[in-house]
């Protein structure tokens, strides 16, 4: 049987970190393996039909936390965290108590190249991100939501199930620092990438706008059709967009310069229960779209998307693929929220 576009990235990205086959553990569609104590699966889905074309996925998912209690300030705490999303989602599964960094990425069949960078970025990212994470944890102390008095949150570890327990750290876990020196200078993402998108033929948007410091457009919020905004104008439910910000000016606390992503949906959810939803529904039910940032809190005190492409990763193909997302994302949200609200 032919491979999936996906499976043959999966392949490609473990050879290029370099993983050793000592700690690889390849099963039916997923591959597991271990940088140190902290699992990552690697799932690679079956092609599917998007329009005309094809295409793949590839979820990616490391180990944190177990044993944490579902509390309204853990919710809080991941809705916060997921502020500052780079390419990864912080993810709370409450039926097995779980705590994990997660994400997807879709590779387009006819096109796998862009795929494959944005799973490699990914996914050497997310694992290097959990370690610190939890390293951090341990280091410095339990944030509150992970205490209980019977005693919180444990670190999710675990072991190959041949070679036992990883001793020593992979190099990869020290991939971020190309990311921090490229951050460092100023942004990577050039203007005329994101001018490109005013001129896309039957553009998603209904309207996009560029200035120095990036890109605004806004896309309609479930099926359509959709009317800009503007002000004085009162809309339908039906006629409302989603707005999206690609920003070059704004810098990352940890990753510095880069491309900052921002979706804004028009209804006002502020629940941080709704933002794990929105992560959990897009990691199990994935559209043609890449869940590389996350739902979590909005400068504006919301549920927003977010995510952050530091400029180590700078590619034109990263814009093209980030915009027409924003896309297929708030039709697919917007046919979502609305259905909640039935």
């Avoid at 944490?68 to 390419?87: C, D, F, G, P, T």
């Avoid at 779209?289 to 400029?311: D, H, I, K």
């Avoid at 039709?331 to 909640?340: P, Y």
Wanted: net charge neutral; charged share 20%.
């Amino acid at each position: 049987m032919a491979k999936s576009a996906a499976e043959s990235v999966v392949a490609a990205v473990l050879e290029g970190m370099q993983v050793d086959p000592e700690w690889l553990n390849r099963n039916e569609g997923s591959v597991d393996w271990w940088a140190q104590r902290l699992r990552q699966r690697i799932e690679y889905g079956h092609s599917m039909q998007h329009g005309v074309n094809a295409c793949s996925f590839i979820r990616a998912t490391t180990d944190c936390l177990r044993d944490v209690e579902e509390s309204n300030e853990l919710y809080e705490y991941i809705a916060r965290y997921n502020q500052n999303a780079v390419l990864s989602s912080m993810v709370y599964k409450p039926s097995a108590r779980k705590l994990c960094l997660a994400s997807t990425v879709c590779v387009a069949e006819r096109e796998p190249q862009s795929g494959y960078l944005l799973a490699m970025h990914t996914i050497a990212l997310q694992v290097a991100e959990a370690y610190i994470l939890v390293d951090g944890f341990l280091a410095q102390g339990w944030p509150n939501c992970f205490k209980t008095r019977s005693g919180g949150a444990v670190v999710d570890e675990s072991a190959h199930p041949t070679s036992g327990r990883r001793e020593t750290y992979d190099g990869i876990l020290r991939v971020r620092g190309p990311y921090l020196i490229h951050g460092m200078a100023e942004t990577a993402f050039q203007l005329p990438w994101l001018e490109a998108m005013k001129a896309l033929p039957q553009s998603p948007s209904v309207r996009t706008t560029t200035a120095d410091n990036g890109l605004t457009a806004e896309f309609p919020y479930g099926p359509g059709p959709a009317v800009p905004a503007q002000p004085g104008l009162l809309r339908s439910r039906q006629m409302q967009t989603t707005l999206l910000r690609m920003w070059t000016s704004v810098r990352h606390p940890k990753f510095g310069s880069g491309c900052f992503v921002a979706l804004d949906i028009p209804d006002l959810l502020k629940d941080p229960r709704v933002a794990n939803l929105l992560n959990l529904w897009e990691l199990e039910f994935p559209d043609a779209m890449s869940l590389v940032g996350s739902w979590g809190w909005s400068e504006r005190g919301c549920v927003g998307y977010r995510s952050f492409l530091p400029s180590f990763m700078a590619q034109e193909c990263f814009v093209l693929t980030t915009f027409c997302e924003a896309s297929r994302r708030s039709r697919a949200i917007g046919d979502l929220v609305r259905s909640w609200a039935r």
